[in-house]
């Protein structure tokens, strides 16, 4: 197989080029490098299987030679990085889903779009299920994510439904694992950064919002099987354990050994109060469960961090 994958020196995409690597294909990664980062891929260097090109993909681009796979996974996905970019963040889920769109169709090649759980918004239904059109506010702050990845959406199923395109969308929960930048404030990464510091570990509002962790090596493996499968309309892809946040910092202090106290501070605008996906659609079409336990998941992330401070990396920064 040869694919071509947006994004690719992003965290989820570069262990998704990874995966495909080794399993024998040909990669074609582009990014700009807005949030992706280059150590991510320098282990790819040398295979001659894998081809880096940078690439903003707003801008209308081709890529030679036939391709079978095509992964949108384009985009700033941590609040910090789409509010410090709401523009470019609006562009590459509109003319960027375009473009790809564009070339899955000139290619004849299935189409992946790298959606999110951030289309149920706020969400008054729980757990959130595929079927449930979302509670997101379209002017918040947040709006430049959420309507991006809402708008994304629309665009594959009439690439679809128009045009005949092989489209598949999925909607990531959070994801962790190797590869996150410490401190880009999505959750894991905050706090892993915060109690490896021996800082206290911030929360905010109350602490019992929830949410549910999924190890990334879970999420390479559902977005290789939904590409492969004959499903059009989208599916989450997520760990459905629940936790409150509050939870989640006391597991963290236990795994490091730490005794750092916790902060609270304001809960942010728009910041969802329940997250848990329902999996039942992964379950029965695509055999897909996530296998990694939250404290298997961790304790690899951990490591990682360790070992990139021992290496004299120091702290990864954005």
Same mark, same amino acid.
């Given at each position: 197989?040869?694919?071509?994958?947006?994004?690719?020196?992003?965290?989820?995409?570069?262990?998704?080029?990874?995966?495909?690597?080794?399993?024998?294909?040909?990669?074609?990664?582009?990014?700009?490098?807005?949030?992706?980062?280059?150590?991510?891929?320098?282990?790819?260097?040398?295979?001659?299987?894998?081809?880096?090109?940078?690439?903003?993909?707003?801008?209308?681009?081709?890529?030679?030679?036939?391709l079978d796979y095509v992964f949108h996974m384009a985009s700033p996905a941590s609040p910090g990085d789409y509010l410090a970019y709401?523009?470019?963040?609006?562009?590459?889920?509109?003319?960027?889903?375009?473009?790809?769109?564009?070339?899955?169709?000139?290619?004849?090649?299935?189409?992946?779009?790298?959606?999110?759980?951030?289309?149920?918004?706020?969400?008054?239904?729980?757990?959130?299920?595929?079927?449930?059109?979302?509670?997101?506010?379209?002017?918040?702050?947040?709006?430049?994510?959420?309507?991006?990845?809402?708008?994304?959406?629309?665009?594959?199923?009439?690439?679809?439904?128009?045009?005949?395109?092989?489209?598949?969308?999925?909607?990531?929960?959070?994801?962790? @694992?190797?590869?996150?930048?410490?401190?880009?404030?999505?959750?894991?990464?905050?706090?892993?950064?915060?109690?490896?510091?021996?800082?206290?570990?911030?929360?905010?509002?109350?602490?019992?919002?929830?949410?549910?962790?999924?190890?990334?090596?879970?999420?390479?493996? @559902?977005?290789?099987?939904?590409i492969k499968s004959d499903e059009r309309l989208p599916v989450n892809i997520g760990n459905p354990a629940e936790l409150t946040i509050?939870?989640?910092?006391?597991?963290i202090q236990k795994l490091l050994g730490s005794n750092c106290p916790i902060e609270r501070k304001p809960l942010p605008a728009d910041?969802?109060?329940?997250?848990?996906?329902?999996?039942?659609?992964?379950?029965?079409?695509?055999?897909?469960?996530?296998?990694?336990?939250?404290?298997? @998941?961790?304790?690899?992330?951990?490591?990682?961090?360790?070992?990139?401070?021992?290496?004299?990396?120091?702290?990864?920064?954005?």
């Open positions: 197989m040869r694919i071509l994958v947006s994004g690719g020196a992003g965290f989820v995409a570069s262990h998704l080029c990874d995966r495909w690597l080794a399993d024998g294909s040909e990669v074609v990664a582009v990014d700009n490098f807005l949030t992706g980062r280059r150590e991510n891929i320098e282990h790819l260097s040398g295979e001659p299987r894998f081809v880096f090109r940078e690439q903003d993909v707003v801008e209308p681009f081709s890529v030679d030679g036939p709401p523009i470019e963040t609006m562009l590459v889920g509109s003319a960027g889903t375009k473009n790809l769109l564009d070339i899955a169709l000139e290619k004849d090649a299935a189409f992946l779009l790298a959606s999110t759980s951030e289309c149920y918004g706020d969400p008054l239904e729980h757990p959130q299920r595929e079927s449930y059109w979302g509670n997101v506010n379209p002017v918040g702050p947040r709006s430049v994510y959420d309507e991006a990845k809402r708008y994304a959406e629309a665009l594959t199923m009439a690439y679809h439904r128009d045009r005949g395109v092989n489209t598949h969308i999925v909607r990531i929960f959070n994801t962790y @694992g190797p590869r996150m930048k410490l401190n880009d404030g999505r959750v894991v990464p905050a706090f892993l950064d915060q109690a490896l510091q021996g800082k206290p570990i911030t929360i905010f509002g109350d602490g019992l919002q929830t949410r549910s962790f999924c190890y990334v090596d879970d999420l390479v493996d @559902g977005l290789t099987r939904l509050l939870k989640f910092a006391e597991v910041d969802p109060k329940l997250r848990r996906p329902d999996i039942s659609k992964a379950q029965q079409v695509l055999g897909w469960e996530p296998r990694v336990s939250l404290e298997e @998941g961790l304790t690899k992330t951990i490591d990682y961090f360790r070992a990139k401070e021992l290496s004299g990396a120091g702290r990864i920064a954005g």
